[in-house]
């Protein structure tokens, strides 16, 4: 096929508020490197990595909950997920869903013509697990909010589906998130799982990921969103912030504990949902969107032998394993609204009001 030498992309030009993207409509196509594949963008899904590091959320030098504006007190030496300058200009996007175009010389030739979603951890692949060698896709390096992109042929996975592209590109990073908490937690059908902002990408993708492995399921999220959340199978929906919550939970499964809290929260109810956690429980936690400052009694931790994990980097069978459960349809998407990519602004601020269930795509 044909390849325009040129594109439409949004690209970032620095730290800050939605100002700081830029509409272009002469950005050079990339041309894939030899290990590279060529992906013409179907859709690309949104998330909170995107809005975090154009704000600078993830420096140090900032205490206040995600808001999606630029903050003042940005550190410049780690400003990005990974504690460290990102350069710009950068084209965002970890999401996109799209047909494999051109592969350089060293890539996979049958992936040409195939509809494929992306692994977004950018790996040694002489020494995969090596988490320090890692970076991620749309931070490190040009990602899918434009009408092409390129990554390694070995990030990449086939999808047969009768799903849209939209609906596939809500996937790869929230319900990849949501599966490497649950992996690092060990969740199994023995336990009670507690979420955490239940309603959002990962939210919602903890839900139906943890009835995958037999787990009990409570969610906490506003009202309004509780019906589509019963669909996914949820036993429980609380009430996004409860006053009493071991009462609420108390009342809605008989007991006042769980095994295991999944938290992509944090902020100030951080110490209530640590509070419900058993002897022996596994606290897990992949975000802080009510913000990374909480208060933690040490003696809680240890007297009540409770386990704590962070969730970032994940293993490449994560990745794998998440387009098996998409081809056996043991999974569903969570498709709230879908812009097109010049309107990524609008699409950004819809995600971060947070008024949608589950999740928002860009299309080109």
């Not at 993207?21 to 995107?50: F, H, K, M, S």
């Not at 996979?108 to 013509?113: E, V």
């Not at 239940?198 to 903890?206: D, E, N, Q």
Request: proline residues 4%; negative net charge.
């Amino acid at each position: 096929m044909d390849i325009a030498a040129t594109m439409k992309a949004m690209v970032l030009t620095r730290h800050g508020g939605m100002d700081a993207y830029e509409w272009r409509e002469d950005w050079p196509v990339p041309a894939p490197g030899p290990e590279q594949v060529l992906i013409r963008v179907g859709a690309c899904g949104l998330n909170n990595t995107d809005v975090n590091t154009r704000s600078g959320w993830y420096s140090k030098g900032v205490t206040e909950a995600t808001t999606g504006d630029g903050f003042d007190t940005i550190s410049d030496d780690d400003p990005s997920w990974g504690g460290a300058a990102i350069t710009f200009p950068r084209i965002q996007g970890a999401d996109p869903c799209g047909e494999v175009v051109a592969v350089g010389s060293g890539a996979d030739t049958t992936l040409i013509g195939k509809r494929v979603i992306t692994d977004n951890w950018l790996r040694d692949w002489d020494d995969p697990l090596d988490k320090n060698k890692t970076g991620y896709f749309g931070s490190e390096c040009d990602g899918g909010f434009a009408e092409y992109t390129v990554i390694d042929h070995r990030n990449v996975g086939t999808v047969d589906c009768d799903l849209t592209d939209a609906e596939l590109a809500t996937f790869s990073c929230s319900y990849s998130t949501a599966e490497g908490m649950l992996s690092r937690a060990e969740v199994g059908h023995r336990d009670t799982v507690l979420i955490t902002g239940a309603s959002g990408g990962v939210g919602s993708a903890l839900i139906q990921l943890a009835k995958r492995r037999g787990a009990k399921v409570i969610g906490l999220a506003s009202e309004s969103k509780h019906e589509r959340l019963t669909d996914l199978g949820a036993d429980a929906l609380l009430p996004r912030a409860p006053d009493d919550l071991a009462g609420a939970l108390k009342a809605a499964t008989g007991s006042e504990t769980v095994t295991v809290v999944a938290d992509v929260v944090g902020g100030e109810g951080f110490a209530a949902v640590i509070d419900r956690l058993e002897r022996g429980g596994h606290y897990i936690t992949s975000g802080a969107i009510a913000g990374p400052m909480v208060d933690l009694d040490l003696r809680t931790l240890y007297l009540r032998d409770l386990t704590f994990h962070g969730s970032t980097v994940l293993p490449p069978h994560i990745f794998r394993d998440l387009v098996g459960y998409i081809e056996r349809g043991e999974i569903v998407p969570m498709l709230a609204e879908t812009f097109p990519l010049e309107k990524l602004r609008e699409a950004q601020q819809a995600f971060i009001d947070k008024k949608h269930t589950g999740n928002i795509a860009v299309v080109p």
